[in-house]
């Protein structure tokens, strides 16, 4: 079984500060990790993905995510923030073979202000 | 990776009527996958269509009420069956980036969604 927690619902930045948001996770077995990003109205975009390499992961965008399995987390970061990254970020756990077994969080709305 | 098509894009619908969504790829892919996600929610898996065989649902789904169809590999369609306001949502299709192979493409693309409003 596997689940992932978004800890933070709603995350408000200013312009050029840094941003940080939380992931926890729960896997049976070793799982991939990813972020992705939605935009008002559109379809979801990989940001990061962890598959057992490195444990820091550097995205687009600036985005990076560090995976700590004593943990169990997997928290989404970026030094600092801009306009255009206002949209709602989801935390994904996946099997490592399978695209269909991926368990979305609830997703966390970053508002970024000028 | 590939390109997803879905249409509509948006559309509003009557309380009992049926709609159904098509996802058009730019590439032939195994797998196909139908997700909803509700106002302010995330993300849920409807089902897996799967070409020249019958779509595999996820608890709490049935064929009745979303039937899908999978006629070749770039296509697919999903129909909401007699809907009532409980079915506004997002519908989204999604593929596998890694494209016709599912092993170890666990990382997914998806099409910009269907927003459906149920009056």
């Known amino acids: 079984a596997q689940s992932v927690t978004q800890l933070d619902s709603h995350v408000s930045v200013s312009e050029g500060t840094p941003v940080l948001l939380r992931c926890n996770y729960s896997?049976?077995?070793?799982?991939?990790l990813f972020w992705y990003v939605q935009h008002p109205n559109k379809g979801l975009q990989l940001l990061l993905k962890?598959?057992?390499?490195?444990?820091l992961v550097k995205g687009i965008n600036g985005f990076e995510a560090e995976f700590k399995k004593s943990e169990t987390s997997f928290h989404l970061t970026k030094p600092s923030a801009h306009m255009s990254d206002a949209a709602e970020y989801f935390c994904?756990?996946?099997?490592?073979?399978?695209?269909?077994?991926?368990?979305f969080g609830d997703g966390t709305t970053l508002t970024v202000k000028p | 990776s590939a390109v997803i098509s879905q249409k509509p894009s948006r559309d509003i619908c009557q309380r009992g009527t049926s709609l159904t969504i098509q996802c058009q790829v730019d590439?032939?892919?195994?797998?196909m996958f139908w997700y909803r996600q509700q106002p302010g929610q995330s993300l849920t898996l409807i089902a897996t269509?799967?070409?020249?065989?019958?779509?595999?649902?996820e608890s709490g789904f049935v064929i009745d009420k979303f039937p899908i169809s999978r006629p070749n590999l770039t296509f697919s369609t999903l129909t909401v069956s007699n809907m009532s306001p409980e079915d506004s949502s997002i519908y989204l299709c999604?593929?596998?980036?890694?494209?016709?192979?599912?092993?170890?493409?666990?990382?997914?693309?998806f099409g910009a969604g269907s927003r459906l409003t149920v009056l």
């Open positions: 896997s049976s077995y070793s799982p991939s």
């Open positions: 962890y598959t057992s390499a490195a444990t």
């Open positions: 994904v756990v996946s099997e490592e073979t399978n695209a269909g077994k991926s368990t």
């Open positions: 999604s593929v596998p980036t890694g494209g016709a192979s599912s092993s170890g493409a666990n990382v997914l693309t």
């Open positions: 269509a799967n070409q020249g065989s019958e779509a595999t649902y």
């Open positions: 590439s032939q892919v195994t797998m």
